[in-house]
RNA sequence: UGGGGCGUCGUCAAGCGGUAAGACACAGGACUUUGACUCCUGUAUUCGGAGGUUCGAAUCCUCCCGCCCCAGCCA
């Protein structure tokens, strides 16, 4: 369904890339990459990022993205990350090639390069500990003082720089710094560490290395090792962008990609930090990473969004650079359009109320057609049948109506949608708690299908499934997972206490035209009236299907009740 | 009180000296066998503030105010 997607706009990156390409900058090359580092799940500001780069990547003739696996802390990184990252962006609907590439392959070029840059005289080794380091570097507005290993020769730099390597000295015991300065206003230029000691085994090298390279080092070189020639992150590393020139510029590489930076994502109602959603995950607080409400790309696949509809949000929100945070309401948009496009129409109850037809033969049933896609006619119709005992939804029935609602009250004719107009003649409650356990209704015959012959009107058109035929199923209500907008912008109080105690609302006891005992997992449908929904991947069986709804359908009736 | 970035509608976001695009949200209305969809209509005399330059400024200059980032041997 690409054709709810437009060209994208001319934001400030892509308008820079196309100047670098009309001055042959690059001998007209554009090579971007995405580089997630492997210790979490890709989240919906990742999808930004990544229809960004890889978006540059085709609209430009001959443009390529790298799949570039930032895995330079193995601490922190594990393969299921680089696993679920790969599944991740080729859902969205991008395509790495055959340019799939690991930090960590580079390693040893990288160590190489550590040596020229003590060789030069640019780097040392600093046996200061991290306090001292810390205590040495200064503050913001004092500067740093000269590690007293600053000074010492490239022999023996060379020298200790090989046996840290050779794993002659405990973790943290000394690092490789690059020799800058040490009054520079920019923090990051006080003799930043190039790498540090730390035996931990590697997910992908393993036990080949124990001293391991910082961010800054190894990614200047693994751009340029790759030839990129667009470096594009986010705004944090702006303050990092000298260092990333001043590596570069120090060695004897052929390759200096430009790094550019823009605001990263913020979503209305949950957060972004991987460390937070990781925390979610670990303490339970939601079922995993691909929890429907997660902000995950495989929680929002989970929940029933669709890639179109995600690579669509981000076209929207555009590119920039001022913080910002995007009203969760456009991500539902995108995805209501898509679906309403594109998913067939069913009629599922979700809080079931039982009806019965009085004047319908006991034991007869009948099928009805109905459209699959009343504005696409091209996706068919399926008969829905009906009999004597139904469901109703709770909520669209009551006893003492107020002003407005004009769905069924008794005395009251509506339409049962695709079937007839029903009228209702008696409530039967439970003489205890008052409970409503069941409608008494009459139907018209010649109302078939629904429309009255006689040209009258009823005010409401509900959906309804039949008893007898009905599939019983688990249906999942997600909404947001915070109940604030800005979960993260409290000083006080951590994210966790903003939590919605609401996000999820799991019904058993759901009846669904029969129809959908055939759909699969991932399949997307609407509910007519409830919502969208999808077939749950992981917990549906065969004999019980689970439903998951993606979004609720605009409601303009429970806007106005909510004004009351 | 160091350095780097950023301030245009409720939320995103165009605009780059010629007189404020668009989207979402919101509010009316039409249509409707989904109170959905769709379709109309409305919504910044004003661009963080104050001065200045100019025939003309959101766009240029000056000062001020506010927000974000940086003191990991994380990325």
Redesign the pocket.
């Known amino acids: 369904m690409t054709t709810l997607e437009s060209t994208p706009?001319?934001?400030?990156i892509r308008?820079k890339v196309s100047e670098d390409l009309a001055a042959n900058k690059n001998d007209g090359r554009v090579v971007t990459r995405f580089?997630?580092?492997p210790?979490g799940y890709l989240h919906i500001g990742h999808a930004k990022s990544i229809c960004l780069n890889f978006g540059i990547a085709r609209e430009n003739p001959g443009g390529v993205c790298h799949l570039r696996f930032?895995?330079?802390?193995p601490?922190?990184e594990d393969v299921e990350y680089v696993d679920s990252i790969q599944e991740d962006v080729h859902w969205l609907g991008f395509d790495w090639g055959e340019h799939r590439y690991y930090?960590s392959d580079y390693f040893p070029k990288l160590y190489d390069y550590a040596e020229q840059l003590i060789k030069a005289g640019k780097a040392y080794v600093?046996?200061?500990?991290?306090?001292?380091?810390?205590e040495y570097?200064?503050?913001?507005?004092?500067p740093?003082k000269e590690s007293p290993y600053r000074n010492r020769s490239i022999d023996e730099n060379l020298d200790l720089f090989r046996r840290m390597r050779a794993g002659e000295f405990a973790?943290?015991?000394?690092?490789l710094r690059a020799k800058i300065d040490m009054s520079?206003?920019?923090?990051?230029m006080?003799d930043?560490?190039l790498y540090?000691?730390?035996r931990s085994s590697h997910h992908r090298t393993g036990d080949t290395w124990c001293i391991?390279?910082?961010?800054?080092f190894?990614?200047c070189l693994s751009d340029s090792i790759e030839g990129i020639t667009h470096s594009i992150c986010?705004?944090?590393?702006?303050?990092?962008?000298p260092l990333y020139d001043w590596i570069l510029d120090q060695l004897p590489v052929n390759s200096h990609a430009q790094q550019i930076?823009f605001?990263r994502l913020?979503l209305?109602y949950t957060i972004m930090s991987k460390?937070k959603l990781l925390k979610l995950v670990e303490q339970g607080f939601v079922t995993g990473w691909n929890d429907p409400r997660m902000p995950t790309i495989s929680g929002f696949r989970r929940r029933g969004f669709t890639p179109e509809s995600i690579r669509n949000f981000c076209e929207?929100?555009?590119?920039?650079?001022?913080?910002?945070?995007?009203?969760l309401?456009?991500l539902?948009?995108?995805i209501?359009?898509d679906l309403?496009?594109r998913a067939p129409?069913v009629m599922a109850v979700l809080r079931p109320l039982k009806v019965v037809i009085e004047n319908y033969p006991d034991g007869q049933s009948e099928d009805l057609e109905a459209?699959n896609?009343?504005?696409n006619p091209e996706m068919g119709s399926r008969k829905v049948p009906f009999s004597r005992v139904i469901y109703i939804e709770q909520e669209?029935f009551m006893e003492n109506?107020p002003k407005?609602?004009?769905?069924l009250a008794p005395g009251r004719e509506v339409?049962?949608?695709?079937?007839y107009f029903i009228k209702c003649h008696a409530v039967v409650k439970d003489e205890i708690s008052g409970e409503i356990l069941e409608l008494k209704c009459t139907y018209d015959p010649a109302?078939?299908?629904?429309?009255a012959p006689d040209g009258r009107?009823?005010?409401?058109?509900?959906?309804w499934v039949s008893a007898a035929h009905a599939i019983s199923a688990e249906v999942r209500l997600y909404d947001r997972l915070f109940t604030v907008e800005n979960p993260e912008?409290d000083k006080e109080k951590e994210f966790t206490a903003f939590l919605n105690p609401q996000s999820l609302e799991t019904l058993t006891d759901c009846r669904l035209e029969p129809s959908l005992a055939t759909a699969r997992p991932e399949a997307h449908c609407?509910?007519?009236?409830?919502g969208y929904f999808c077939v749950d991947l992981i917990d549906t069986r065969a004999d019980r299907p689970v439903f998951n709804r993606t979004v609720t359908?605009?409601?303009?009736?429970?806007?106005?009740q909510g004004?009351n």
């Not at 520079?184 to 990051?188: G, L, R, T, V």
């Not at 391991?212 to 800054?216: G, I, N, Q, V």
């Not at 359908?553 to 106005?560: G, N, P, S, V």
């Open positions: 706009a001319r934001d400030f308008t580089p997630p580092e210790n930032d895995d330079t802390n601490a922190k930090a600093c046996d200061l500990s991290a306090d001292q380091a810390r570097r200064g503050t913001l507005t004092e740093g973790d943290g015991s000394r690092v520079s206003p920019n923090i990051i006080r930043p560490t540090r000691i730390k391991y390279p910082m961010y800054d190894a990614h986010t705004l944090e590393f702006e303050i990092n962008r930076e605001a913020n209305s460390r929207r929100i555009g590119v920039a650079k001022r913080d910002s945070m995007v009203d309401a456009l539902e948009h995108t209501r359009e309403n496009e129409r459209q896609h009343p504005a669209d109506p407005g609602f004009h769905r339409r049962l949608r695709y079937a109302t078939r299908g629904g429309s009107k009823v005010k409401a058109t509900i959906h912008g609407q509910f007519e009236r409830m359908l605009r409601d303009t009736w429970a806007k106005i004004k």
